[in-house]
């Protein structure tokens, strides 16, 4: 019953403010589209999200294993404000490759950096690893991946679960126990006043997701023999586990888009925020072997200076439902659970 509890709970009220979706997640931001795409020939794939007219950006990495392209151009002070999309992908470092084929798509609908002689779109990217997950580890996302996610944009409702860039996903891993499968999960807040604040995650953590309202664990490493979780962060506590021998092989990968009008620094200061969202879900994180990394898009439709409390808490709000929707949305595969499974038995 627990797991059916929090399955219903989680597409209810952020904050009793709206629904989880609120209806789009993160495209409920105007101005971003999201499109996948999953490979059939493995469990891994890319996930694309669009600002086509260009979207103030920031970018802050936490975790200290990222796979990572055109993350040094959002630092504040260097030349370029705006960025046309922002790639999620599976693959390790071979799933950046994938925004060649981004690239490729906005520079045939002359979207990108004006250089005179052309455009150069500004295509950031992302990726986590799931060379482990579901067969050969060859088959990983490449530039077509990017072209056929870029296409398959819509600026309406898009799947979440075990598609695109959380084909792959999985969660629960230091303990050495049973991983759970996660996915890609989104979720938006809409205040009165107009201002909205939404995100989407691609969650492959090496550590356990926790419900933040209970602090009860919803996804992580199980007992292979009880299906019961480990619960990673007591073992450590007790000096039972150790982070040998994982590197480099996790990581969640965050965007947050808002469209309060933000300068560059502030995009970037909501980006420091929103790890606040991740460390609330998912324990332990930003470890040795996460790349944990969370951008920020400021799309800046509405009027008026943005308030930058208001929008940094509710981007940690809605970064952390993301996360818990992107396991509870989640599809298992044999010998990896979901919590729909779960909730099944």
């Known amino acids: 019953m627990r797991f059916r509890s929090l399955l219903i709970g989680i597409s ?17 931001v105007p101005g971003i ?9 493995r469990m891994t794939g890319c996930t694309v ?10 970018v ?18 260097n030349t370029v404000e705006r960025v046309h999309a922002v790639v999620f992908a599976g693959g390790s470092a071979f799933g950046l490759d994938a925004a060649t084929g981004v690239v490729r798509y906005l520079e045939e609908k002359n979207i990108g950096f ?20 579901g067969g050969d580890a060859t088959i990983r996302p490449d530039a077509d991946c990017g072209y056929r996610a870029a296409s398959n944009a819509t600026a309406g409702m898009f799947e979440e679960g075990s598609v695109g860039a959380g084909a792959g996903a999985t969660v629960g891993k230091i303990a050495r126990g049973m991983p759970m499968k996660s996915g890609v999960g989104t979720a938006a807040i809409q205040l009165p006043n107009g201002l909205i604040v939404s995100a989407i ?18 996804a992580g490493a199980l007992n292979v023999d ?9 073992l450590i506590r007790r000096g039972e ?5 994982f590197g480099g092989r996790n990581t969640t990968l965050v965007l947050v888009a808002t469209n309060a009008s933000l300068t560059k620094t502030q995009a970037t200061r909501i980006a420091v925020v929103t790890h606040d969202g991740l460390a609330r879900t998912i324990s332990p994180v930003h470890t040795p072997m996460d790349g944990d990394i969370v951008f920020a898009l400021s799309l800046g439709t509405l009027d008026g200076p943005p308030d930058m409390l208001v929008v940094g808490a509710l981007a940690a709000d809605a970064a952390a439902q993301a996360i818990l929707r992107a396991v509870t949305t989640a599809t298992g595969l044999p010998g990896i659970p979901s919590v729909r499974d779960l909730a099944a038995r």
Do not use: W, Y
Not at 12 to 22: D, F, R, T
Not at 33 to 41: A, C, F, P
Not at 49 to 58: C, F, K, S
């Open 12 to 28: 209810l009220c952020v904050s009793g403010m709206c629904s989880a979706q609120a209806p789009h997640g993160l495209t409920r």
């Open 33 to 41: 589209k999201v499109g996948h795409e999953t490979l059939s020939s």
């Open 49 to 58: 999200i669009l600002a086509e007219d260009g979207a103030v950006a920031g």
């Open 60 to 77: 802050d990495v936490r975790g200290a294993a990222p796979a990572t392209r055109e993350t040094d151009l959002l630092r504040p002070g």
């Open 114 to 133: 004006n250089v005179g002689t052309g455009v150069v779109p500004i295509v950031p990217a992302a990726a986590l690893f799931d060379l482990g997950v």
């Open 201 to 218: 995650a691609a969650v492959n953590a090496v550590g356990d997701v926790l419900d933040p309202a209970t602090g009860e664990i919803v």
């Open 226 to 234: 009880t299906q019961t979780f480990l619960d990673q962060a007591a």
């Open 241 to 245: 586990i150790r982070g040998r021998g």
